[in-house]
């Protein structure tokens, strides 16, 4: 299973970014899939997931309010809207994939992982 992720790159506080990840194998819209990031020096941490029919959607407390998970199973996307970016969301950000329709925070539950991408906010 490949997951591709996209959109990374360099931004000033308080802007905004669009992450994607693309999926090639169609069952992953049958699967809840998500995102995490990790900052230099630090563990990997949960930023937002959403189910397979994109009805829920969970997120960090850290974004709560001004990330949005999104997903077009259609086009085999999912999408990060990342608004009223601070320099602490630095970090290498990482779309993940279950294998069950249903969200979780732990990444000890997903299955596929994508290459990561970068998102660096200056202040």
């Known amino acids: 299973v490949q997951l591709q992720a996209s959109g990374g790159g360099l931004v000033q506080h308080g802007g905004s970014l669009n992450l994607s990840c693309a999926y090639r194998?169609?069952?992953?819209?049958?699967?809840?899939m998500g995102w995490f990031r990790q900052a230099p020096g630090k563990e990997r941490e949960f930023v937002a997931v959403?189910?397979?029919?994109?009805?829920?959607?969970k997120y960090a407390d850290s974004v709560q309010g001004r990330f949005t998970i999104s997903r077009d199973n259609a086009k085999n996307t999912i999408y990060l809207q990342m608004n009223s970016l601070k320099p602490e969301d630095t970090a290498v950000y990482y779309c993940?994939?279950?294998?069950?329709?249903?969200?979780?925070?732990?990444?000890?539950?997903?299955?596929?992982w994508g290459q990561g991408t970068l998102v660096t906010v200056s202040s």
């Open positions: 194998d169609r069952s992953l819209s049958r699967s809840a």
């Open positions: 993940a994939a279950r294998d069950v329709p249903n969200t979780s925070a732990s990444d000890i539950d997903y299955h596929y």
């Open positions: 959403i189910s397979a029919s994109g009805g829920s959607t």
